[in-house]
């Protein structure tokens, strides 16, 4: 029963770690750029149906 071997594994995980790191950058980055876009598509989406508003008025007033 004498313990004749030790056995050790170990990985270096700095790589990896580095790695996840990066990739949560790039994420957040793109999180922050579909929101920027978002917020400009809702914008424009509100100035297209205000000219879309304007535009019904008047038709309606040439057609009266």
């Known amino acids: ?4 071997h030790v056995v050790v594994a170990s990985m270096d995980i700095t790589e990896r770690k580095r790695i996840d ?5 790039h ?13 400009e598509l809702e914008a424009e989406k509100t100035r297209v149906q205000q000219y879309l508003g304007i535009a019904g008025v ?5 057609n009266a």
Do not use: P, W
């Open 1 to 4: 029963g004498d313990l004749s």
């Open 21 to 25: 790191i990066e990739l949560q950058s």
């Open 27 to 39: 994420r957040d980055h793109l999180t922050d750029l579909v929101e920027a876009r978002t917020a």
């Open 58 to 62: 008047i038709i309606v007033a040439i």
